[in-house]
């Protein structure tokens, strides 16, 4: 099949709802496609590049990779091997990855390639168990969301380049001590992890720069490693009144090293949510350009260029 020559011009994809789908044809030579999403395909089992890839150099310009729902789906051979017989990542440039609900998804070889990377409820995928040598290979930021997740983080001991680490929703009672791998990491997110205690070894991240924490009750002060992160500038506690209070008469001890400690407003921005979700459509349809929603207490704040508001 010469996809190329019919669809030369192609740049988005979505596969949805395809119960009978158990391959997917050479998708990677399409010259110009930058997004692929690929929900609830019941009956898929494997990506592999014997599919998508076809032998030759794949998916050049692809940015997005999206799977969804796909509870059958087991493995993802995320490279394959190229013209020369060397073998090549199956996404060279991705720059923004989702895998959601896919809960039986294992990777092969390696992690892949991405600028982000979000994981909802695909819990194979954090406990990867392959040996791979491309650790050091650029991967900045990753979200975690997963609900009574207990398994191993050993995916972390693959991303020693990450630079920033969102987990949320957590039901473990201590971070992953793999965690300690990563050397790189200057952004730390803790949202509501309701059993969470923040380990000794914090002091270990000696690159953080901004560690937010929202929730997270279990969380009362700070281990005392907190000292060590010279680099810390900003902490930042919202919905944790006594670890706020500990952080208050700990200002000129403890935390004397960090130029900003705040526990007031926190800003989202609501233009990630239909993107996440992959719910599809703009919210330039809507009638908005940029839409950024400041909570104070219970009160909000729409910002000025919010033509519309979603709420």
């Given at each position: 099949?010469?996809?190329?020559?019919y669809l030369?011009?192609l740049?988005?994809?979505?596969?949805?709802v395809?119960?009978?789908?158990?391959?997917?044809?050479?998708?990677?030579?399409l010259?110009?496609?930058?997004?692929?999403?690929?929900?609830?395909l019941?009956?898929?089992?494997?990506i592999?590049?014997?599919?998508?890839?076809?032998?030759?150099r794949?998916?050049?310009?692809?940015s997005?990779?999206?799977?969804?729902?796909?509870?059958?789906?087991?493995?993802?051979?995320?490279?394959?091997?190229?013209?020369?017989?060397?073998?090549?990542?199956?996404?060279?440039?991705?720059?923004?990855?989702v895998?959601?609900?896919?809960?039986?998804?294992?990777l092969?070889?390696?992690?892949p390639?991405?600028?982000?990377?979000?994981?909802?409820h695909?819990?194979?995928?954090?406990?990867?168990r392959?040996?791979c040598?491309?650790?050091?290979?650029?991967?900045?930021s990753?979200?975690?969301?997963?609900?009574?997740?207990?398994?191993?983080?050993?995916?972390?001991?693959?991303?020693?380049?990450?630079?920033?680490?969102?987990?949320?929703?957590?039901?473990?009672?201590?971070?992953?001590?793999?965690?300690?791998?990563?050397?790189?990491?200057r952004?730390?997110?803790?949202?509501?992890?309701?059993?969470?205690?923040?380990?000794?070894?914090?002091?270990d991240?000696?690159?953080?720069?901004s560690?937010?924490?929202?929730g997270?009750?279990?969380i009362?002060?700070?281990?005392?490693?907190?000292?060590?992160?010279?680099k810390?500038?900003?902490?930042?506690?919202?919905?944790?009144?006594?670890?706020?209070?500990?952080?208050?008469?700990?200002?000129?001890?403890k935390?004397?090293?960090?130029?900003?400690?705040?526990?007031?407003?926190?800003?989202?921005?609501?233009?990630?949510?239909?993107?996440?979700?992959?719910?599809?459509?703009?919210?330039?349809?809507?009638?908005i350009?940029?839409?950024?929603?400041?909570?104070?207490?219970?009160?909000?704040?729409?910002?000025a260029?919010?033509?519309?508001?979603?709420?």
């Open positions: 099949m010469n996809i190329p020559h030369p011009n740049v988005s994809i979505v596969f949805w395809l119960p009978s789908c158990t391959s997917l044809p050479p998708l990677g030579q010259p110009n496609l930058k997004d692929l999403y690929l929900g609830n019941e009956s898929l089992t494997k592999s590049g014997d599919d998508l890839c076809a032998d030759k794949a998916f050049p310009l692809m997005r990779l999206t799977l969804s729902g796909m509870s059958s789906l087991q493995e993802w051979n995320t490279t394959y091997c190229g013209e020369d017989g060397r073998e090549e990542f199956m996404f060279p440039l991705l720059h923004d990855l895998i959601q609900n896919c809960p039986r998804l294992r092969k070889p390696c992690p390639l991405f600028h982000r990377w979000r994981i909802f695909s819990d194979e995928v954090l406990n990867f392959e040996e040598d491309r650790s050091a290979a650029p991967r900045t990753l979200v975690v969301s997963s609900l009574g997740y207990r398994g191993s983080w050993s995916l972390l001991s693959h991303l020693s380049t990450l630079e920033e680490l969102d987990i949320k929703y957590l039901t473990v009672s201590s971070l992953p001590e793999c965690m300690r791998q990563l050397v790189s990491l952004l730390l997110v803790l949202f509501y992890c309701e059993n969470i205690m923040l380990p000794v070894w914090l002091g991240l000696k690159s953080l720069q560690l937010h924490i929202k997270c009750l279990t009362k002060s700070m281990p005392s490693s907190i000292q060590q992160l010279t810390l500038q900003l902490l930042h506690i919202r919905s944790n009144a006594e670890l706020k209070k500990w952080c208050q008469s700990q200002r000129k001890w935390l004397a090293h960090i130029k900003d400690i705040k526990s007031g407003s926190m800003v989202i921005a609501l233009v990630l949510y239909k993107r996440d979700y992959g719910c599809g459509g703009t919210l330039q349809r809507a009638g350009r940029l839409c950024v929603v400041t909570w104070r207490g219970n009160s909000v704040e729409t910002g260029n919010c033509r519309k508001t979603l709420l």
